[in-house]
């Protein structure tokens, strides 16, 4: 034997330790590893370039009311898969999956909660659930949350997150448009608030709808906002549109938000703009 197997055998043997393939994330924004845990706790935004990552129902309501303490309003119960639609799967199948991924009934859920002390019926749209899409569920959640705020005699405030309206529905999802408004006017005739707040990406019918008719318009940075896709338009008018013209800052240069603002001074930001509405209101 060798003396190098003699010290090879001699040294004790320890065993590889595994490493996590979760606990770092690679941001979008900055290209930057970030250490998940830090990136959670940071509210889903990048510690490096500010980059604000995509968030659910919990954690939105968790970081928005006060002390993390909401009550969850019962989700509707809508005909699933009226046109019987199939492309490359069963719609069925396709909800399904949404829900198990997401635990999630459908994309819009809504809470009863305190904002800074204000009451406050707060609508999000989960992104994750197939693309936050807009369909007789998010129409009827909708309609749920608006009637809860009237009840409560407080502001409705809507997070949007969609890729538009949910194509497998049909008709049926392109009608919600028009319902949403006509549940926002119900909402201005009870002399209540309605506020918007717009996360990336908002876009489709959802855009051409409710998220275009808050009474104060507000959106996180550099959100994706906008009606049809970038090269869609471009093609449709043969123009080279500017660079970030769908993004918060720009649309807000151009007067279609009223402010753009940090998710970490979201909430405090959303209860001064309550104490306002409220208080004019009621003048």
Request: charged share 20%.
């Amino acid at each position: 034997m060798s003396w190098l197997n003699r010290v090879r055998q001699s040294i004790p043997f320890i065993a590889r330790r595994e490493t996590p393939d979760n606990l770092w994330r690679k941001c979008p924004g900055c290209g930057q590893m970030v250490f998940v845990k830090e990136y959670e706790e940071n509210q889903s935004v990048c510690p490096k370039c500010g980059h604000h990552g995509r968030i659910g129902p919990d954690a939105r309501f968790d970081g928005l009311f006060d002390g993390g303490i909401y009550t969850l309003l019962p989700q509707p119960q809508v005909r699933e898969d009226p046109l019987k639609f199939r492309d490359s799967k069963r719609y069925s199948d396709r909800i399904k999956a949404a829900r198990q991924a997401t635990g999630e009934q459908d994309a819009l859920l809504n809470a009863r909660g305190s904002i800074e002390g204000k009451q406050a019926v707060v609508g999000v749209q989960d992104f994750a659930f197939m693309g936050g899409s807009m369909g007789l569920a998010v129409g009827a959640a909708f309609v749920i949350g608006v009637e809860a705020a009237i009840e409560a005699r407080c502001p409705y405030i809507i997070f949007t997150a969609a890729g538009g309206a949910r194509m497998q529905e049909g008709i049926l999802s392109l009608m919600q448009m028009p319902r949403t408004t006509v549940a926002i006017q119900m909402l201005h005739e009870a002399g209540l608030p309605y506020i918007v707040v717009m996360t990336d990406p908002t876009t489709g019918g959802v855009t051409a709808s409710y998220a275009m008719l808050g009474d104060v318009q507000i959106a996180e940075p550099n959100a994706l906002i906008g009606f049809a896709g970038q090269r869609v338009i471009e093609s449709t008018i043969r123009e080279k549109l500017p660079e970030g013209f769908q993004r918060s800052e720009y649309l807000l240069a151009h007067g279609m938000l009223d402010m753009v603002v940090h998710r970490h001074k979201l909430r405090e930001t959303l209860a001064t703009v309550i104490d306002y509405l409220v208080r004019a209101e009621a003048a």
